[in-house]
């Protein structure tokens, strides 16, 4: 017996087994019970209606990863439909957002449901590493944003 026939089904198991590993993670970090208890508040802001909704959909704008179709997708099993949109008063610095009065960012606009936007909440952690707050864009839209919350 070769070398190289004795690694090739020991290299397919590795492979196999990575992606099991792989698809483990995915599942345990965006759809598990497990690992991650949302804050009071996001259910109540989530089902509640406001001049923010519109019937039982939410703006939210991103300005990060989830400008990516395929990581929305991921997150939210949806293809969400997204709008160019500018927000006022703040600036990118790596994961977050800094007010800067002068300044603009740019990112995109979704449309959520109540669903989809837990399912946002909890890719971003709510309430550990980040929170959701309301502001306006540059057109004056009210939409939700996510911001770090201070390590401390």
């Given at each position: ?47 509640a ?83 959701r707050?309301?502001v ?17």
């Amino acid at each position: 017996m070769s070398l190289l026939s004795r690694w090739i089904p020991r290299l397919c198991l590795a492979l196999v087994m990575a992606g099991i590993l792989g698809l483990g993670w995915l599942w345990y970090t965006y759809k598990s019970p497990l690992g991650y208890t949302p804050p009071a508040q996001a259910t109540t802001v989530s089902s509640a209606r406001s001049e923010l909704d519109l019937a039982d959909e939410h703006r939210v704008f991103v300005y990060g990863t989830l400008r990516w179709p395929w990581v929305r997708w991921l997150i939210t099993g949806d293809d969400l439909e997204t709008s160019p949109a500018l927000l006022r008063g703040f600036e990118r610095v790596g994961l977050d957002l800094e007010p800067a009065p002068q300044a603009y960012v740019p990112g995109q606009l979704l449309q959520v449901d109540g669903d989809e936007l837990r399912a946002l909440d909890r890719y971003e952690r709510l309430g550990q590493r980040y929170e959701r707050v309301r502001v306006a864009l540059a057109n004056g839209t009210p939409a939700w944003v996510y911001l770090r919350l201070d390590p401390q």
